[in-house]
């Protein structure tokens, strides 16, 4: 069966720190993959998404940035954080010719 | 890209009362997911619809997608706490499409 896996949980980070939260999935191949970030009032907000080794789509231009290293493996990262980083990010895949999205459990991001 | 509205923001019932919650597009949907969320937690999904006027129950959660495609709504029937926490609606953009857009999300509190 497939899972994705995200981690960490949870990350306390100063102002103007690196940032890399990553994401992997197993049990299947060539997957779609996808971060969102949660924003109060909007709900779920696609940042990045990525159909294949190397190809990233970014969807909001910020201080953020998508890479996909292996096939099944996603990282979002920042070089310097910002307050306004904070939130909530969930990692999810989906099969890359069908329909269904599985979420993972999500990062607390904490900018201080 | 496909915007969603959910409706309500926010809703408080009684328990044991029913409720609607509802989910409009402004295009066609291909594919429309349903979600619940409990706070810092990833998404559980629920169902998901694709064919116009198709209706999905689970317990007491029922699921309708208009014939037009173009709305949903989430039926709970007789609520429970356990039921509290926060609905989303999402869009796939379609088989080549390779993200899925969320509502704001909805929610839900069931006073005991």
């Known amino acids: 069966s497939q899972t994705i896996h995200q981690w960490p949980a949870t990350l306390v980070q100063p102002v103007g720190s690196p940032l890399s939260l990553e994401c992997t999935v197993e049990?299947?191949?060539?997957?779609?993959l996808y971060w969102y970030r949660q924003a109060a009032g909007r709900g779920l907000q696609l940042l990045f998404y990525?159909?294949?080794?190397?190809?990233i789509s970014s969807e909001v231009p910020q201080n953020l940035s998508a890479s996909r290293p292996q096939d099944r493996q996603f990282i979002l990262s920042s070089k310097k954080l910002l307050l306004s980083d904070s939130g909530f990010y969930l990692c999810a895949w989906s099969p890359f010719n069908a329909y269904g999205y599985t979420f993972g459990s999500g990062t607390r991001l904490t900018v201080v | 890209s496909q915007e969603l509205e959910q409706s309500p923001q926010s809703l408080i019932v009684q328990e044991g009362k029913n409720l609607t919650i509802n989910c409009t597009s402004s295009k066609t949907l291909y594919g429309l997911y349903w979600y619940k969320q409990k706070y810092g937690e990833g998404l559980i999904f629920l169902m998901m619809l694709q064919k116009g006027g198709e209706e999905k129950s689970h317990e007491k959660i029922t699921a309708k997608l208009d014939e037009k495609k173009q709305q949903s709504s989430l039926h709970i029937t007789a609520s429970q706490p356990s039921h509290a926490g926060i609905y989303l609606c999402?869009?796939?953009?379609?088989?080549?499409?390779?993200?899925?857009?969320f509502g704001a999300g909805t929610r839900l509190t069931v006073k005991p």
């Open positions: 990525s159909v294949g080794i190397g190809q």
């Open positions: 999402g869009a796939d953009g379609g088989y080549n499409n390779n993200d899925m857009r």
């Open positions: 049990g299947t191949s060539n997957p779609n």
